[in-house]
């Protein structure tokens, strides 16, 4: 461990630039003209920074929104898993470590961010799939988290449903990255019934692998328009996560 974490610190020190992507000026779809990977030098941290090895991002719908709105000159992208190779003030990371969380920017070999926007990636998910969490996964946190008290208080520690005994939540899209992550969530904290909407074969068994137990097809049923007919069972109204 230790000959690979120096090897990692000083492949970094003496890495003079880095690849990064930029977007230059009016940007809109399809992105080919305006979307640019630029060479750039490796950033140094500041006392209250942390400099992470960039192993993968993603690309979210806000992302766009970003790229569209011009907010990308500088660097684009959020989400981020890596490796910490500087952490000058840290108190719970150090070096070596393989974390998740924010970098705004992150599309880059090398990028920096605080402590306060990381955590330890747990060890069963690859970084590959690490680096696809932390906007849906938040996303999905407050927003079943919120269904269980009013706005301006506390959110509920644990499961938002605790006087709920037989609920069904409602998933929009449960096989997007926010429905997704929703379902399990959902599962995770009791939900008596879990319904959502995709489409195909694959949709069909992904999200019931994932433990929607009411699944229909939004190309043929609008699932709003059918949400009443979705909870029979339920002896509460359904929560709905869209």
Known sequence: MVVSLVGLVAATLTAPTMRAVHAVGDCGAPFVACIQIVKLPVPTPSPSQVLIRVDASSINPSDVDTVEAGGCARGCGADVAGVVVACPSCKSLKVGDSVWGFAQPAYSDFALTTEEDLGLKPTSLRALDAGTIPEVGLTSLFSLKRTGSLPGTPLPAGTPWKN??????????????TGSVGIQMAKAWGAKAIATATTGVEGFAFVRSLGATYVTDYRKVRLQNGICALCPFAEYACCLHD
Request: aromatic share 8%; no cysteine.
């Open 164 to 177: 709920f005994s037989n609920l069904t939540v409602v998933v929009t899209a449960g096989s997007g990255g």
